[in-house]
């Protein structure tokens, strides 16, 4: 069996972690990250970017680059706020009155579903990469406040993606679950989470192995990013007054400007006081401009003093919508890259007067409780019990618009509920079932999740019909229902159709897309190796002929070099053209005859040793095997310290960081280096 992971798909950035020998691991990403911005974009060819690398060009691609997906998963586009839809790219409704994404560069339309499943296939493949084992499952987690359709929708994602999503989770339970306060007896917990763009806050009481979330608020439009802007706007102005132009009118200063900013926060959160150097930022008739300027940390929060007071809305709000005092609350848990802002846990010690949970990293902590989760249900993880309860009411529409709850809020999951209906009507022959999800007492001021008719019923006077409702709710709290005729036993079941934004036959054919995808990207992979494979022979060749001419000169025949040095180019050409066929004919000759020449190499070793005249030539052989590896490493070695000490000066001047960009070592670099050497 495959393993199971657990899945933080945040808005900002996911994280991906599993149970490896009974703990918690969090698996970095290929690019070295721990969490991996939930960002994707697709670039001039139309290659697929996920992670970083979407994120890094995001300004400069705009149109083609999605991020905040997760504000569209599970939901009708009339659900949106003016607000939620603002973002970069074009977002339309589709027929059914659902939320499409557009993408300009490849001409398609995306489902948030389908964006969102290539958050979660890059992070399952970084985890099979790192387990060695394919995983096939997955516990995710999802806002405590999403209801039935978003977390449908999510595990839609999931199966997009090519797994099994067996849980969905709510993120504080996750967040709580990490720090092992299940465990605990009767415990009010405050889990404060401020992510890149919301802030949730909850208050959840576990006991047992239940978790009961109490309340959960927050505000949607408030996060990390906002602080960042904050900073753009506070670098932006500066520089206007100094230098008289804006740079946030400029596509690249901006995207420079924003990396710069959210690098100041980030270093503040540990340091007292940040330089920020963007060389070249902007050019004018007159040369080039430069921004250098220093933010302390008292600065950077009295610049963010509206943002810090703005959390106390919702702070206040849940205490109480939960009834309770924060004198009442046992635990706090940070959660969100936001928490590690100095000012931000102040603000929350100041309230709760308690030292909040947070040795596990807040940005990482759901994924841990997610992956504790995943660790329960394959068994790993043994002697805790984790129930999780039902967000939200859900019950049927009865005459007048009114609703009949059948499961009320914060039941405990899986359950079954089941009542009996009947005819409003004389002669009615059949009744609608009409599922609503919410709080409201009117039907329709809570979220329609479905509805479905059961006909076929005898006509009868009103009130005579007999028809059983049954409500059943599994653990991921996902809905079927199924109604049946007492008299006729005629039944009919759905599984809530307007929870999945998506219907079946459109997720199997975002199934079939991502395969696509996948398989691009698999052919991607593999070119990419191929020309690898032949630049490194090109290399090794070079190599050798360097060896030649140093040591065997008299040995090997000039006609022999200069067949050697024509395959070299015929390579060389055909990688350039990437001309497929010509490149693996080129390829496999001067592999031949490099094998050939280390060959007769090998054997002249062992005529000179049998002369034992060369001493030093001996020395160079022996050098030959292993030089290729060592010098690289030395020179890199080297290469890298001086450039360590270039960044350090280039803060300072921003020339000598130009200089610095042209000499960053590299493999090329290294020959030349060898060059100088030895002609
Ligand atoms: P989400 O749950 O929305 O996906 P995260 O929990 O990963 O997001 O939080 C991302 C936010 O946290 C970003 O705005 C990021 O800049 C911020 N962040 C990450 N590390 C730090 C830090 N050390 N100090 C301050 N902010 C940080
Ligand atoms: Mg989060």
Not at 144 to 165: C, H, L, M, P, W
Not at 459 to 475: E, I, K, S
Request: proline share 3%; net charge negative.
């Amino acid at each position: 069996m495959g393993k199971i992971v657990g899945i933080d798909l945040g808005t900002t950035n996911s994280v991906v972690a599993v149970i490896e020998a009974g703990k918690p691991v969090v698996i970095a990403n290929s690019e070295g990250g721990r969490t991996t911005p939930s960002v994707i974009s697709f670039s001039k060819d139309g290659d697929r970017l996920v992670g970083q690398m979407a994120r890094r060009q995001a300004v400069m691609n705009p149109e083609n680059t999605f991020y905040s997906v997760k504000r569209f998963i599970g939901r009708k586009h009339t659900e949106l706020t003016t607000e939620a839809k603002r973002v970069s790219y074009t977002v339309r409704r589709d027929e059914s009155g659902n939320i499409k994404v557009k993408c300009p560069r490849l001409e398609k339309d995306f489902a948030p579903e389908e964006l969102s499943a290539m958050v979660i296939r890059k992070l399952v493949d970084e985890a099979t990469r790192y387990l060695g084992t394919p995983v096939t499952g997955a516990v995710i987690t999802v806002p405590a406040y999403f209801n039935d359709s978003q977390r449908q929708a999510t595990k839609d994602a999931g199966k997009i993606a090519g797994i099994e999503v067996k849980r969905i989770i709510n993120e504080p339970t996750a967040a709580s679950l990490a720090y092992g306060l299940d465990r605990k007896d009767n415990q009010k917990i405050l889990v404060f989470d401020l992510g890149g763009g919301t802030f949730d806050v909850s208050i959840l009481e576990v006991g047992d192995g239940l978790f009961e979330v109490k309340a959960t608020t927050g505000d949607t439009q408030l996060g990390g990013d906002d602080f960042d802007k904050v900073i753009v706007d506070w670098l932006a102005d500066q520089f206007f007054e100094d230098q008289g132009v804006d740079l946030r009118k400029e596509r690249q200063a901006l995207q420079r400007l924003t990396e710069a900013a959210e690098k100041a926060k980030i270093e503040l959160s540990t340091v007292g006081s940040t330089e920020i150097n963007l060389p070249f930022i902007t050019a004018t008739a007159d040369g080039p401009l430069h921004l250098d300027t220093t933010l302390k940390r008292s600065q950077f929060e009295r610049i963010c003093q509206d943002l810090l007071e703005r959390l106390n809305i919702p702070l206040e709000k849940v205490f109480k919508d939960a009834k309770l005092s924060p004198r009442q609350i046992d635990e706090v848990v940070l959660v969100g890259g936001g928490t590690r802002i100095p000012a931000v846990q102040e603000l929350v010690q100041k309230l709760i007067n308690k030292t909040p949970n947070q040795s596990v990293n807040p940005d990482e902590v759901v994924a841990v409780g997610a992956a504790i989760q995943a660790g329960i249900l394959s068994g790993e993880v043994k002697d805790v019990l984790l129930l999780d309860v039902t967000p939200l009411t859900i019950g049927v529409e009865t005459s007048g618009g009114l609703i009949n709850r059948l499961i009320p809020r914060n039941t405990t999951i899986p359950t079954r509920k089941a009542d009996l209906f009947t005819t409003a009507e004389d002669n009615q022959t059949s009744v609608e079932i009409h599922i609503v999800q919410g709080e409201r007492d009117l039907a329709e001021n809570n979220k329609s999740l479905g509805r479905f008719k059961l006909s076929g019923l005898a006509p009868q006077p009103r009130g005579m019909a007999q028809v059983d409702v049954m409500f059943d709710l599994n653990a991921d709290g996902i809905l079927s229902v199924t109604a049946t005729d007492r008299r006729t036993g005629v039944e009919r079941r759905i599984t809530i159709k307007g929870a999945s934004t998506l219907d079946p036959s459109e997720v199997e054919k975002a199934i079939a897309d991502a395969e696509k995808f996948a398989e691009r990207d698999r052919a991607k992979k593999d070119r990419i190796e191929k020309l690898n494979r032949a630049d490194s022979l090109v290399a090794a060749a070079e190599r050798q002929l360097k060896d030649i001419a140093l040591n065997y000169a008299y040995q090997i025949s000039f006609e022999r070099k200069k067949e050697m040095e024509k395959l070299i180019r015929n390579l060389q050409q055909a990688i350039a053209s990437e001309d497929d066929y010509a490149m693996d004919r080129a390829q496999s000759e001067l592999q031949e005859a490099v094998y050939e020449l280390s060959r007769e190499l090998y054997e002249q070793k062992a005529l000179d040793e049998e002369d034992d005249l060369f001493g030093g030539i001996r020395e160079s052989i022996s050098s030959f095997a292993n030089r290729g590896k060592d010098d690289d490493r030395d020179s890199y070695r080297d290469n890298s310290k001086e450039d360590y000490k270039e960044t350090r000066e280039s803060r300072k001047s921003p020339k000598q960081s130009e200089s610095r960009s042209r000499r960053r070592p590299s493999i090329a670099v290294d020959y030349d280096d060898d060059d100088d050497e030895w002609v």
